[in-house]
T-cell receptor, first 115, second 115 residues
């Protein structure tokens, strides 16, 4: 069975500094990987995904993530964080045998960006 | 893409009662999914709801507790039956749009508190 680990409960960063949110995964076969963001009282918003192709994936709001097969990681990055990036971030993985709706989510990482 | 309307957005219920959550999509979709997000925790898939067939429940979830209806391609309901405080969670409807970039779209969720 697939699984996702987000080792940090919270990441604190000053506005303007680089932001990294870590994610590692375990899946049999090739993974489909996703990042979502959740703002208070809102549903999940899609940021980006990796299915195949370039290991560096660019997504919404200036975020990008790098797929590293040898380290089984898919860390989310943003070169310069904004206060408005403060939210809860989820990494998710899908087994290729499942449908797109059957995602295994990580525990989430709370990002706090201070002015 | 898909726009999902989920009702109610929040509710406070008494122990032993039931609540039905509605999910309306602005386009016809084959696969709909219901997720639960317990306080401070990640998202867990409850069940997959396909039109014209019984919902498929994930391990740990049963139809008697979480009956699901899927009467057509744009609508689904999830009922939380005989509620206890442990059912206090955010319940999220999601839909699969396989030919989109995002693949999976989420409603804004229903915040349920059980007293």
């Amino acid at each position: 069975a697939q699984s996702v680990a987000q080792p940090e409960d919270q990441v604190n960063v000053a506005e303007g500094n680089p932001l990294t949110v870590k994610c590692t995964y375990s899946v049999s076969g090739n993974p489909y990987l996703f990042w979502y963001v959740q703002y208070p009282n809102r549903g999940l918003q899609f940021l980006l995904k990796y299915i195949t192709g370039d290991n560096l994936v660019k997504g919404s709001y200036g975020f990008e993530a790098e797929f590293n097969k040898s380290q089984t990681s898919f860390h989310l990055k943003k070169p310069s964080a904004l206060v408005s990036d403060s939210a809860l971030y989820f990494c998710a993985v899908r087994d290729i045998r499942d449908s797109w709706g059957k995602l295994q989510f990580g525990a989430g990482t709370q990002v706090v960006v201070t002015p | 893409s898909a726009v999902i309307s989920q009702k109610p957005s929040r509710d406070i219920c008494q122990r032993g009662t039931s609540l039905t959550i509605q999910c309306q999509v602005d386009s016809q979709v084959t696969m709909m999914f219901w997720y639960r997000q317990q306080p401070g925790q990640s998202l867990t898939l409850i069940a997959t709801a396909n039109q014209g067939s019984e919902a498929t429940y994930e391990s740990g979830f049963v139809i008697d507790k979480f009956p699901i209806s899927r009467p057509n391609l744009t609508f689904s309901t999830l009922t939380v039956s005989n509620m206890s405080p442990e059912d206090s969670s955010i319940y999220l409807c999601s839909v699969e749009v396989a030919d989109s970039n995002e693949k999976l779209f989420f409603g804004s969720g229903t915040q349920l508190s059980v007293l």
